[in-house]
């Protein structure tokens, strides 16, 4: 299973952005996709998330302004970023919950990480 992320960049604050992550491989089902972030010298931490059945969690300080959605057709989770801010500068991350197989364990996968900078 691989994750391949896109859609980070250099934008000015007040500015927006679109992550993209599409999982590929072998896949039975995903349970949860999601982004995470981690800013230079701090942990990496939950942005944003969402179930099968299209529930979401987001981290409170994104909230009005990020908003994350899923095509469980293409296997893809995308995070659209409005109003962006220099905080939420950092190394984004997809990450998915799934079963590559009936009879496998359920088990996170991660991308690599695109960077997004916020700064005039």
């Known amino acids: 299973v691989q994750l391949q992320a896109s859609g980070g960049g250099l934008v000015q604050p007040g500015g927006s952005l679109r992550l993209s992550c599409a999982a590929s491989g072998t896949i039975f089902s995903i349970n949860v996709m999601g982004w995470y972030r981690q800013a230079p010298g701090k942990q990496r931490e939950l942005v944003a998330r969402?179930?099968?059945?299209?529930?979401?969690n987001y981290a409170d300080s994104v909230k009005g302004r990020f908003t994350i959605s899923r095509d469980n057709a293409k296997n893809t989770v995308y995070l659209q970023m409005n109003s962006l801010k220099p905080e939420d500068t950092g190394v984004y991350y997809c990450n998915a919950f799934l079963r590559s197989m009936v009879t496998a364990p359920l088990r996170d996968y991660w991308g690599k990480g695109t960077q997004v900078t916020v700064s005039s």
């Open positions: 969402t179930t099968g059945d299209s529930s979401t």
